[in-house]
Each structure stands twice: as C-alpha cells, then as structure tokens.
C-alpha cells in the first residue's frame, strides 16, 4: 500500500463507504481476527495494513484501488487545465507583446496584467483553505462531485492544485512566447497613462518591482533615463529626438518580471497547496468516523457461542430412536412423587 496520505484517506473511505452494508457482528469479528493476526506476527495494526488485507480478502481483480481511480480522474482535470494554461499563456503574451510599427507596446498594460494574474493565484489559494468551491459546476461536470463528507472537504484543494498547474502552464507559455517573440521581431516598448505620472514617479513603481532581481540581472533595471525618454503619448505616436534602440531596452525588465511575479508566485503557490492537500488528508484520515469504529472492533474481543449453526428459527428436532410399547388393556394408575403433599416446604 502506498504511504500517499491522499490515496490512502481515498481508499480508506471508499472501504467504509462499502462496509456499511455489512452487519457489524461480521465486521466486528473480521477486523478483530486480522488484529490478533498481527499480535501474533508482532505488527502494529495499521490503516495501510488493513487496507492491504481487505485486498487480499477480495481476491484477484481488486489491483485498481478507490484512490488511484480518484487521483487518474484528478489528473485527468489537471491535463486538463494545463493544456488550457498553455495555449491561453501564448494567446494572451502575443495580444500584450501585438505592434503593428506606429504604437509602442505599453509597459503599464503588462504591469496591470501581473497585477491581474497574481491576485487571481492568491484568490485560488484563498478560497481552497477557507473550502468556497466556485468551480462546483465544473465538478459536476467531470464528475468529480462526491457524496462522501471527507471528499467533499478535499475537493477545494485539489481544484486548487490543479488550477494552479494551469497557472504555471499559462505563465511558462507566456514566458516562452516573449522571449520567441523578441527573438524574431523588432520589438518597441514603452509607457503611457492616462493620469498625470512623472516620469520620476513611475521609475520608482518599476525598480521597486525589480528589486528581487536587481542584484542578479542589474541590466533588467529601468535607469531614470531610460523611463524619461521611452514615455510616448497618443496623441504622437511617433516620437522624435529618441534613438530608435532606446525603445527595445525594455525587454530584460518584461522578461524578469513575468517570471518574477507570475511564474515564481504560481509554483510557490502550487507547493503551498499539495502541502496543504497532505496535510488535510492526514487529519482526516486521523479523525475519520470510520478510523475510530475500525479501532474500537480491533480492540475489543468478540464471543462467539462455539455453535456455527444458527437454530434460533427452526423447529426443534422430535425425532427419537426408542419407539413406545402399546399399552395394556388393564386400568394403570401413574402416581407422581410428593402428589399426595398438600404444598412444597417453605424453605424452596
């Protein structure tokens, strides 16, 4: 038996869910033969153990346990999400990155796009820690919505998880596609807002952003320079007195910054949350309804009567080697001990 806490709590609970059609006389006396079974081979009774044991008992064509059958449907949603991830990750890198040659590609519209992107991976976290499940329907809809309680409180992580591989596929792909794309066109960038921004100001948003990585790659910095003289307005889309190469030093700074705060966010956030998976899975599978009426039968000794037959339904048995005698035709006359006595004595 596998020591995955997930798969074993699934295949636990799909045990109990099976055994609650079973009388618990039988219950009682199978889990308690398998614990003296183990006292005797000088084991520890153990969850995974059982579980291996039911197996045996079920004979061949049982290999494909209730958690495997979960976790490939699991995996399934997850191919899933990632194959969304990736094609949405390249879609949406070529529509911030499109440049038809007049306007600049705007560095303030891929800032507010992280900005997006990594509130919407805390949000995925939030919401499976505190259990609000919005994709409910899409559950429905692969068929991954159980009855079980204990299924029911691990679904908002494990949609978390795999909502969280697409995000990691979404920004490798993106991250793929920018360095295609400035690779085999000439990009140009720079920034535009609507509000009145100095220059100034704005160079201090983008080096606060590169700090993390200011010491390791210190060209992906933005000067102050570089800030003044890439800023471009609509109303003159083409600026004068720029060298034209000034506008393509921006890339390193996108580069970083994609993978910054959109791919490293997405892949802490996904370990975060299979931590968080094993971790229920263990508590779970430690206060699980059925772990303590599974621990109590294996305690406490059974008794049995020492008769297999059960003769609480059938008539009892009058037949009789010794036939009767005929009587005779003389008068008898039967006299029974103490018949004569008027009562018994007090004392009985």
Request: charged residues 20%; positive net charge; proline residues 7%.
């Amino acid at each position: 038996m596998s020591p995955n806490p997930l798969r074993l709590l699934l295949d636990f609970d799909d045990r109990i869910q099976r055994d609650r059609d079973q009388p618990p006389a039988f219950l009682h006396r199978r889990d308690r033969r398998f614990a003296l079974d183990c006292e005797q081979q000088g084991i520890k009774p153990s969850p995974s153990r059982w579980l291996a044991h039911m197996d045996r008992l079920s004979g061949p064509g049982g290999t494909v346990t209730a958690g495997r059958r979960e976790l490939k449907l699991w995996r399934r949603a997850t191919s899933g999400f990632t194959g969304a991830g990736c094609l949405m990750g390249i879609v949406t890198m070529l529509g911030l990155l499109f440049y038809d040659g007049g306007q600049r590609i705007n560095i303030t519209v891929i800032l507010a796009f992280v900005l997006f992107q990594l509130l919407l991976a805390l949000a995925t976290t939030v919401q499976a820690i505190v259990g609000w499940q919005p994709w409910r329907w899409l559950l429905k809809r692969l068929h991954l919505d159980h009855a079980s309680p204990t299924r029911a409180r691990l679904q908002p992580l494990l949609m978390a998880r795999a909502a969280h591989v697409g995000g990691v596929a979404f920004g490798l792909a993106g991250l793929a596609t920018l360095l295609i794309m400035v690779v085999v066109q000439d990009l140009a960038f720079g920034w535009s807002t609507t509000l009145d921004t100095a220059a100034s100001g704005y160079h201090h948003l983008v080096s606060a952003l590169a700090a993390p990585w200011s010491w390791l790659w210190p060209s992906a910095v933005p000067s102050l320079e570089l800030v003044e003289a890439t800023r471009f307005f609509r109303a003159a889309p083409v600026t004068t007195g720029v060298e034209p190469s000034r506008w393509g030093l921006w890339w390193p700074f996108v580069v970083m910054l994609w993978l910054t705060w959109t791919v490293i966010p997405r892949v802490l956030l996904l370990i975060l949350s299979q931590s968080l998976l094993r971790r229920r899975a263990t508590r779970l599978m430690a206060g699980h309804p059925g772990m303590k009426a599974l621990l109590y039968r294996m305690e406490t000794a059974t008794l049995d009567t020492g008769s297999s037959h059960n003769d609480a339904a059938d008539l009892p048995d009058t037949r009789t080697r010794a036939q009767p005698d005929q009587l005779p035709d003389t008068p008898l006359m039967i006299c029974w001990a103490g018949a004569g006595e008027p009562e018994l004595p007090q004392r009985l």
